[in-house]
């Protein structure tokens, strides 16, 4: 009976897991995506400076959570990511608003994407 | 991760109705649940180690999940009569008093061929010999024939014999297996002793020697390497 306990109890705390998974992706990608509204805000004011600056935040944030994100999302979709980060801080950097507006777009539906991809629907299931 | 545990749970749901509705022949000796880890298991394990851009744990969570699965469903299977009969079925009486049962033979979409080819391999080539021929529900067909076909035995025959025991394996390929030798009464002295009587100059000149209880020997060299 022990082992049929234990084997409830993984399957509980990996049930837990998931959850916990999705919860900490919503939340580190909310904060992200927060960040780079406000420099896309900024980039919209023609205040390439601090545009720059709040990207590059969000920028060491995802770098930050290297550890997690290689364990937890498949490295295809980590790279698509990082790609767009710094194709969108290089239009901010060349302040180019016209290729910011794309790649910020870009950025958003990358990192809204991994957290869909993560929602229990029957969608992401089936 | 959630979606790897949710898709698990449901491939593994699904592999087992639909394995279960495929019937006793497809199994072979496997229950069912087993059936479908070890062939589930092999398959998702392998995937994180051909891409290594697939997380390794996209591969752990699975094969967790299954063994936890196997584990519960192994447990209530002990525990429960009805689970078990829901789970594997019934076994099948295919022969009754040397009556082939048509009905169990469709239901369990077994041909004549492959039911002779089965009872052939029980050495029975004869119908009318069989009492019952079961299908069991992890696949296996168990025939019992009827009293006056089953050999004799020394019982019935009021014939005393004496039990060799089970015989060990006492050295094994050059290798002397100590424990055996123990648990035989004997020792590594009395071990040499039978070994000179047979020209041996020690266990390296043996392949394979066994003793049962009654201290009888099989004994086969090694043989000379060209």
């Not at chain 1, 550890?67 to 490295?75: E, G, K, L």
């Not at chain 2, 851009?53 to 299954?66: A, E």
């Not at chain 2, 040397?98 to 492959?114: I, W």
């Not at chain 2, 005393?160 to 123990?182: A, Q, W, Y």
Request: glycine content about 6%; aromatic content about 8%.
């Amino acid at each position: 009976m022990t082992k049929e306990i234990v084997a409830v109890v993984i399957l509980v705390l990996l049930l837990a897991g998931t959850v916990l998974n999705v919860w900490y992706l919503e939340r580190l990608v909310n904060d992200l995506l927060s960040h780079i509204d406000k420099s896309m805000e900024y980039a919209d004011r023609s205040e390439y400076g601090p545009a720059v600056e709040e990207l590059q935040y969000a920028v060491d944030k995802w770098n930050e959570n290297d550890r997690y994100t290689h364990i937890f999302i498949r490295h295809s979709e980590i790279g698509v990511v990082s790609e767009a980060f710094y194709d969108y801080l290089s239009d901010l950097c060349d302040e180019n608003s016209k290729s910011a507006k794309g790649s910020y777009q870009k950025l958003r539906w990358a990192l809204a994407s991994i957290v869909t991809m993560e929602h229990v629907t029957l969608g992401s299931v089936f | 991760m959630a979606i790897v545990f949710i898709r698990t749970l449901i491939i593994f749901i699904a592999l087992m109705i639909s394995t279960r509705l495929a019937g006793k022949r497809q199994m072979g000796e496997l229950e069912l649940n087993e059936l479908i880890v070890a062939v589930l298991m092999a398959n998702l394990a392998s995937h994180p180690l051909q891409d290594i851009g697939i997380p390794l744990i996209n591969g752990l969570i699975p094969v967790l999940t299954l063994f936890c699965c196997e584990v519960i469903i192994a447990g209530i299977n002990m525990k429960s009569v009805w689970f078990r009969g829901f789970l594997h079925g019934k076994p099948s009486i295919l022969i009754a008093n040397g009556v082939v049962n048509q009905r169990e033979m469709r239901k369990n979409r077994l041909s004549l061929e492959e039911l002779t080819e089965n009872l052939r391999n029980h050495s029975i080539t004869d119908i009318r010999k069989v009492k019952y021929a079961i299908l069991e529900t992890n696949g296996t067909l168990n025939a019992i024939l009827f009293p006056a076909e089953r050999p004799v035995t020394a019982a019935q025959m009021n014939i005393t014999t004496e039990d060799p025991g089970f015989p060990s394996i006492i050295i094994n390929d050059g290798k002397i297996m100590k424990e055996n030798l123990r648990l035989l009464g004997k020792d590594e002295q009395w071990l040499m002793d039978e070994l000179r009587k047979r020209n041996a100059k020690g266990p390296e000149d043996v392949y394979l020697m066994m003793l049962n209880n009654m201290d009888q020997i099989y004994y086969l060299p090694q043989e000379k390497v060209k």
